[in-house]
């Protein structure tokens, strides 16, 4: 059986392991935010979060932001390819509800499995 959890080794905590996503990333975005992807070497998928001061002002949102991705990734880790996702958020995102964020992310995940498969598909 799969286990849900988000330990160390699903984050990207090194300021490197970032800027290797930054470089030639797969994007899926929306207004509020955007998801970008990029193949690792690890045998599971990562995350990455940005959340600014400059869309969110105050702590508590950009924590509530941070904790519904998290709960995102780690619900969908095991239909992920093997990629360092970095999360992205955009000005507007602090009027999402709760259900709209899952929902948005939902589709944003679906967007970077298909994109993983035709890669592998057509290896141009």
């Not at 508590?60 to 992205?88: A, C, G, M, T, W």
């Amino acid at each position: 059986m799969n286990k849900l959890t988000f330990s160390r080794e699903l984050r990207l905590l090194a300021p490197v392991q970032f800027k290797a996503v930054f470089e030639q990333p797969n994007r899926a975005s929306t207004p509020q935010l955007t998801l970008l992807a990029r193949q690792n070497n690890a045998e599971n998928a990562r995350l990455g979060l940005t959340v600014a001061k400059k869309h969110l002002k105050r702590a508590h949102d950009r924590n509530r932001i941070k904790r519904i991705v998290r709960e995102s990734f780690r619900l969908k880790q095991h239909d992920l390819p093997n990629y360092d996702f970095v999360f992205v958020a955009k000005g507007g995102i602090g009027k999402l509800s709760n259900a709209e964020l899952f929902e948005t992310l939902e589709k944003l995940w679906q967007r970077h499995i298909r994109l993983a498969q035709q890669a592998r598909k057509d290896p141009a």
